[in-house]
Structures are given as C-alpha cells and as structure tokens.
C-alpha cells in the first residue's frame, strides 16, 4: 500500500513539474538567461525612420535598443508604444534590450532563445513563426527582453535570424 501512494504522489507531482519547467519568464539557452518581458503588436511611430534596413534583398527593417538603467527604459519602452504598463527592472543586475520587427499578420513571431557568440560579442536572436499560409503584409511586433547585465554589458551586434536571412545590427545605446 505504501508504494501505491508513493506512486500517486510520484503521477500527481509530475504535471507540477512540468508546468514549472514550461512557465514564462526566465529561460537560459547556451548558457544566456532571459527574461521576455513583452512580446505586443507595436512598434515607434517613426520606426521607419529610426529602423536599420538591409542593404540586400530581403530589405527588412529591424528597430533595437539596448537601455541600461531605469529613464531610458521608460523612455524606450513608450517610443515602442507597449500599451501594457511597464515592469520593474533591478538594472543594477540586467540591461533590457527592445527589437522591432516586421511580420505577417496572420503569422507572428515567435522569440524561442537567444544564442552567444563565444566571445560574447553577438547575441543571435532565431525569429520562428506558425507554419501554414501567411499574408504577404507587414505588421508591427517588439519584444522587450531582459539579460543579465555581466553578459549584456559585452553585446555590440544582434544578428536576427527572420526566414532563414541573418541580418547583423549593431547596437546603438
């Protein structure tokens, strides 16, 4: 019988388990910790103006900014427009990073991880969308994203991968 309910427990503690390992906030792949702190379908009423576009085809244009301490960050995250308030950042800890994207309407971006080059130069930033059918059109999407500041601090080029295309910008403070 005592093995019984050690089993129950064993089947019922389970699905806590894995709904901790699959909730929001802090994630870590190849070694970087993360936290994305908003994902909203917006973006800077100028961002065409301010947005870095790639020389080449496909001419995407990309919006990032890297802010390190509370004012720039309120700053930054109303020129993105995030309609939801914005949360505390301990930026004596971590520095936050805004990026705006173009994307399909009917197919938005997912943000899955990010990945370090070894020198901690380059943050790689993979852009997934749903499979199927998407419109041909061009919707808003920024992500604020919060990173430990020790590994933050060295980033000078965020390479977004968007349809198999890397494009490589450099940060602007």
């Known amino acids: 019988m005592k093995s019984y309910k050690s089993f129950m427990f064993l089947i019922l503690l389970l699905p806590i388990l894995f709904l901790l390992g699959c909730r929001n906030g802090d994630n ?59 949360p505390e950042v301990d930026f004596n800890k971590n520095n936050v990073f805004f ?32 499979d199927g059918v998407c419109t041909d059109d061009a919707t808003p999407r920024a992500f604020a994203i919060k990173i430990d500041k020790e590994i933050s601090d060295t980033i000078e080029t965020v390479v977004i991968e968007q349809s198999e295309v890397e494009t490589s910008i450099p940060i602007r403070d």
């Open 28 to 86: 870590q792949t190849e070694g970087v910790y993360y936290d994305l702190i908003a994902s909203e379908k917006s973006f800077p009423a100028n961002f065409y103006e301010l947005a870095f576009e790639r020389k080449e085809a496909p001419h995407f244009r990309y919006l990032v900014r890297k802010v390190i301490n509370q004012s720039e960050f309120v700053d930054t995250w109303n020129l993105f427009r995030f309609e939801n308030k914005y």
């Open 99 to 130: 990026i705006g994207v173009e994307e399909s309407g009917s197919c938005p971006y997912k943000f899955a991880k990010i990945e370090l080059s070894p020198d901690q130069k380059t943050m790689r930033i993979p852009l997934s969308k749903n």
